[in-house]
């Protein structure tokens, strides 16, 4: 089969990597993708959000199935767009990738649905603010409606606050949408569970914690995710029960009434308190860095996953994962979350495989006349799998040295919760 790929980071080198393991798969496009996949797979230097240039690419290509790594282009409709256009196409339609696209939706869905989540209220003018802060306590969580590349989601303290950040969504800083929810805070621990969907069947894709605060001991801004590991112990059969039950299967079944059925994969972002599950925010994709954790446990043709999931038959595959924990760190580019710099040169990456077990997958990478630099704020997971979670994280850190990268930081207590 000749696939192409929608994205540039580490999840879609760690996506490309698998897909190219596979013994269905010819030709890989990526698009754009990252130093790493462009030694894997062609690079096609193109805007994915244009659409009509996308599908003659994909044409010219002959390409049999597209799979889409980012947010961004699901929430834009290109499953809807590809499909009129008779290309096969794994991800949710535009519809359900409200779920992420929009939090005010996914919260209506929750509500509709008793579905266990902070207690909130959509908010469109201050007076809808100031409505619900009467029955509320701090913190309290504002969030904007739309995507907001991870900086929509700020924990207030007190009044003054929460009426700074409203007013900056109200006049339109996130431009996807003007419209917030204000919700409760959630105490506990938060895990990321994750599903493949079809339109008749899903199935386990793995379990996995993020770090999102860019500082050590979880301190400072959020970021798009500073390291993972996967499986989250957090998550016990019990556990796993409640989260199909009260979560997953009132969502599937809300968008199958609307006919409008879920595909692809299921990013369910959890908070737990007392063994007991609520759903913080659903993404309409693997995570990222947690599909760089999860991609290398899974024991199973990735391709042959896609295949059924498009002939919606996952319920006839039995998907496998080996028995071995994993972890990723992320070296980002000085500066991260804020403003860095770009095109620094990372001269020392070939010495620092210590073994099979520790890869690195690339995300803000290129090539510049054959010179490997950074190209992005998150720029290289360095991966490794074992059977204790120290241990790996000390290979990995052995790998980071090795990089020896000056322009780059990374978190050392990445897993300090399993460790
Ligand atoms: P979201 O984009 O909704 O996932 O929010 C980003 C991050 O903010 C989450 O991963 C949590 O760490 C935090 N967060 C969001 N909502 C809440 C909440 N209601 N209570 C506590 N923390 C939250
Ligand atoms: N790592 C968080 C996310 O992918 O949204």
């Not at 790493?36 to 659409?51: E, S, V, Y």
């Not at 050590?216 to 989250?232: F, L, R």
């Not at 039995?318 to 860095?340: A, E, H």
Request: some cysteine.
């Amino acid at each position: 089969m000749n696939i192409a790929l929608i994205g540039s980071g580490g999840r879609e080198h760690a996506l490309c990597q698998k897909i190219r393991e596979s013994r269905l798969s010819k030709n890989i496009i990526c698009i754009p993708g990252n130093a790493g996949t462009a030694k894997i797979a062609k690079n096609i230097n193109l805007d994915f959000l244009n659409f009509p240039k996308l599908l003659k690419v994909i044409k010219s290509n002959e390409i049999n199935l597209v799979i889409i790594g980012p947010e961004e282009p699901l929430v834009k409709g290109l499953v809807d767009f590809l499909k009129k256009h008779k290309i096969k196409v794994f991800g949710p339609n535009r519809y359900a990738a409200k779920l992420e696209g929009s939090k005010a939706f996914m919260k209506s869905i929750c509500k509709k649905n008793k579905i266990p989540t902070a207690k909130f209220k959509v908010c469109k003018t201050k007076k809808d603010v100031n409505t619900f802060l009467k029955n509320s306590n701090f913190p309290l969580v504002v969030k904007a409606d739309g995507l907001a590349a991870g900086k929509g989601v700020t924990i207030c303290k007190n009044k003054k606050q929460i009426l700074r950040v409203s007013n900056e969504i109200f006049k339109g800083k996130f431009k996807t949408s003007k419209k917030l929810v204000l919700e409760e805070f959630l105490e506990g621990e938060e895990a990321s569970y994750f599903l493949i969907v079809d339109k008749k069947n899903f199935q386990f894709f793995g379990s996995a914690q993020d770090h999102k605060r860019v500082g050590e001991k979880d301190v400072g801004p959020n970021t798009g995710g500073m390291g993972a590991y996967s499986p989250a112990p957090i998550i016990n059969k019990e556990l796993e029960k409640k989260i199909i039950n009260k979560i997953v299967n009132p969502t599937l079944l809300a968008l199958k009434r609307k006919k409008k059925p879920y595909t692809g994969f299921l990013y369910v972002g959890l908070m737990i308190k007392n063994n007991e599950p609520y759903l913080i925010e659903y993404n309409v994709r693997m995570g990222d860095p947690e599909c760089q954790v999860i991609i290398p446990r899974l024991n199973t043709d990735l391709l042959k996953i896609f295949n059924s999931a498009i002939e919606n038959k996952l319920n006839k595959i039995n998907i496998k994962w080996k028995k071995l924990k994993s972890m990723t760190i992320v070296l980002c580019s000085r500066g991260y979350p804020g403003k860095y710099k770009k095109d620094k040169r990372i001269k020392h990456l070939k010495d620092s495989y210590q073994n099979k077990k520790t890869f690195i997958f690339h995300a803000g990478t290129k090539f510049v006349e054959n010179e490997l630099v950074s190209n992005g704020g998150r720029v290289l997971n360095v991966t490794s799998t074992g059977k204790v979670f120290k241990t790996i994280r000390k290979n990995i850190l052995k790998s980071i040295k090795k990089i020896n990268w000056k322009e780059g930081f990374f978190r050392k207590d990445i897993g300090w919760r399993v460790i």
